[in-house]
């Protein structure tokens, strides 16, 4: 999909949800590759909305049916094509597919993620989960009355599994051959590298799942991504809040940042991709207005495209020990006296600074529930 210099067009259908008038509004989104331009249309009253511009947040990879991007803090769903070139030349570079961490394999989550972002996948949706048994037995009907259907039962509901959409050139066949054979054995042999050979125990504790089909790839993500999909893992319980900023997750540092908090001990009991609204954000971030001199810009990079929160849990004083390890708000200055915090590590300047941690101690359970029940429902 790269340019090579010239000023290739592509047109999509974009829609905004417009709260005040509760009407969805529709515009042609046009991407230029020469310069990475965005341009947009207002298709019902036929005029030019936003008018040829640089959006450095916005890349190619980041427009495909289904993504949601952030411009100017309108949240955009890319509806569909606009023209027949788009279609014929992205809709193969743009498939989908559903990917799962299973439970054998939840504690290298973050080494797994990393291997997936190397392999330029993009993460669409993810989340944590715990799987009831009757949720199981639908997403494995095809197994039912197979002698190994109660073993693949008990091990896929005994703990958390990970859920993904990933979006890629040809997606369920790339995602397939770096998953590995089915049996683990078989994996380490055939395929050494693979996420199986790498992570996996047998043929059943594998550690991970990839839809065999288009087909398969459907089904299964309506299952976890629809609307009766199963509850993310939250405890509520001794617990703090964490936010992989955007900045952070468009750079491949999803998988390393959980590295990362876990090889210090902590435990991250459940985590969801959002796309944050402005007004959710401004909500969320309140306490900061009036406060903070950043607050306008901390508001514009958190609703800037996806973040994944984060609920973190380690003993009764969690809050205060992690906002210890997450390190000063300015990475310049984590970096000189702070080297081993996250915001040394992977922050880039005060307002990218990698994650956004719960401060007060009091404030924590209320931010893991404003995540986690009041806008995951």
């Not at 991407?31 to 207002?42: A, G, Q």
């Not at 909305?49 to 049916?65: A, C, G, P, Q, T």
């Not at 991250?268 to 009036?290: A, D, H, P, Q, V």
């Not at 992977?346 to 600074?353: E, R, S, T």
């Amino acid at each position: 999909m790269a340019s090579n210099g010239d000023d290739t067009r592509y047109a999509f259908i974009a829609e905004w949800y417009d709260s005040h008038a509760a009407i969805n509004r529709r515009y042609q989104f046009l991407f230029y590759t020469k310069d990475s331009t965005i341009e947009m249309f207002d298709i019902k009253n036929r005029r030019v909305f936003l008018k040829r511009s640089k959006y450095e947040n916005i890349s190619l990879k980041d427009v495909y049916i289904g993504a949601i991007i952030n411009v100017h803090a309108r949240q955009l769903k890319i509806a569909d094509y606009a023209d027949k070139f788009t279609r014929n030349k992205l809709e193969t570079a743009t498939a989908k597919t559903y990917a799962m961490i299973k439970p054998d394999a939840v504690k290298h989550t973050g080494q797994i993620l990393e291997r997936i972002q190397q392999e330029d996948f993009v993460i669409n949706q993810i989340k944590k989960v715990n799987v009831p048994r009757s949720f199981a037995m639908k997403f494995y009907a095809e197994h039912e009355g197979k002698p190994f259907f109660e073993k693949l039962m008990s091990f896929v509901t005994s703990g958390p599994v990970v859920a993904m959409e990933l979006v890629g050139v040809d997606c369920v066949k790339r995602w397939r051959q770096l998953i590995g054979p089915t049996n683990t054995q078989k994996a380490k042999e055939e395929a050494p590298n693979s996420l199986r050979a790498l992570f996996g125990t047998d043929a059943t504790r594998n550690a991970c799942h990839g839809s065999d089909s288009d087909e398969s790839a459907e089904r299964e993500l309506n299952l976890f991504f629809g609307p009766s999909s199963p509850n993310v893992s939250a405890t509520f319980r001794d617990c703090t809040l964490a936010i992989i900023k955007p900045h952070a997750v468009n750079a491949g540092q999803i998988g390393p940042i959980m590295t990362a908090i876990e090889k210090e001990g902590f435990n991250i009991s459940t985590f969801k991709m959002f796309r944050l609204e402005k007004t959710n954000t401004e909500e969320f971030y309140e306490i900061y207005k009036g406060v903070v001199n950043e607050y306008s810009a901390m508001v514009e990079e958190l609703c800037n495209g996806a973040c994944v929160a984060m609920e973190i849990t380690k003993g009764d004083d969690v809050a205060t020990t992690f906002r210890d390890f997450v390190g000063p708000s300015d990475p310049e200055i984590a970096r000189y006296l702070r080297s081993h915090t996250l915001r040394a590590k992977f922050g880039v300047d005060k307002i990218k600074n990698s994650i956004h941690c719960t401060d007060l101690p009091d404030d924590a359970l209320l931010e893991v529930e404003y995540f986690f029940q009041i806008l995951s429902s």
